[in-house]
């Protein structure tokens, strides 16, 4: 079975208007129900191959672990559903070998990644992410950011140190308190929920959350709801305009109808504890 009828999926990327090159790297693979983006950091261009490592990890280490979850006899011992412990997989595998690759490659020593995952499974979705990439849901007119930052401002912010006012402003914007590759082992926050038909998922680097607030991306999603590829080009542009500092990545995604367990590609797993 496959999710390619049941949901919709358009990423783009744009280098900005100050970059020279782009670090950020995305990847989806529509069948799956998978969508990753990752903003690279370091230097050499050491960003760029920490970005595309953990793209091509997590994409290929999501199809491997499919196989091998839908033939396990092992019952779910964790309060997170199987497809969200693969997605957790992934991301550590990432973690390891954009490690690793640093360590073994001096001109790329210190690279790292933001990253955030989406999932969809059974009627659900599982977002996985480490650093401050984006994900964001539009639902009956709201937009609601669905991960919260590993980063100093955020942390400031939540300890009462900084208004929203001042966050919105502070020179610590780009401090990350948390990366792929940076240390042999990494934690990763992840978040279940069910969708339903319609939703908008915004994946999205601080190319565009840096640039344009909130407010103008629920404006430019809902003068363009129709139409995922528009909203991708509006976002890219209206984030230029403001300055495009930063490479600009977004990734959107939209459930076009149900997809319950027996329509899954991890459906036999389920059958199993069904």
Same mark, same amino acid.
């Given at each position: 079975m496959t999710l390619k009828d049941k949901i919709e999926i358009v990423g783009m990327t744009?280098? +900005?208007?100050?970059?020279d090159h782009n670090e950020d790297a995305i990847g989806n693979d529509l069948g799956l129900g998978l969508a990753v983006l990752a903003d690279g950091m370091g230097g050499h261009r050491g960003g760029e191959v920490a970005s595309a490592i953990t793209v091509s990890t997590i994409l290929n280490s999501l199809a491997a672990m499919r196989k091998r979850l839908q033939n396990s006899n092992q019952p779910q011992t964790d309060s997170y559903r199987p497809p969200s412990l693969a997605v957790k997989d992934a991301i550590t595998q990432a973690n390891t070998n954009v490690f690793n690759s640093s360590r073994e490659n001096p001109q790329y020593r210190g690279m790292g990644t933001t990253v955030v995952v989406l999932?969809?499974?059974?009627?659900? %979705?599982t977002v996985g992410h480490v650093g401050d990439s984006r994900l964001y849901r539009y639902r009956d007119g709201e937009l609601e950011q669905l991960t919260i930052d590993?980063?100093?401002?955020? $942390?400031?912010?939540?300890? +009462? %140190?900084?208004t929203a006012e001042q966050a919105e402003h502070s020179l610590n914007k780009h401090l990350?308190?948390?990366? &792929?590759?940076?240390? $042999?082992s990494v934690e990763v926050d992840l978040r279940e929920d069910q969708t339903r038909t319609g939703d908008i998922f915004l994946l999205c680097s601080d190319g565009v959350s840096d640039m344009i607030d909130d407010q103008r991306i629920r404006t430019i999603i809902r003068d363009n709801d129709d139409d995922l590829e528009r909203i991708a080009n509006e976002l890219i542009l209206a984030s230029n305009r403001a300055g495009?500092?930063?490479? &600009?990545?977004? &990734?959107?995604?939209?459930p076009l109808r149900p997809f319950p367990t027996h329509d899954s590609l991890f459906s036999r797993f389920f059958d199993l504890f069904s």
């Open positions: 744009d280098t +900005g208007r100050v970059r999932l969809f499974h059974n009627d659900h %979705f590993h980063s100093l401002t955020q $942390e400031l912010l939540d300890n +009462g %140190f900084y990350v308190t948390r990366a &792929i590759g940076i240390d $042999e495009g500092n930063d490479n &600009i990545s977004v &990734i959107l995604a939209r």
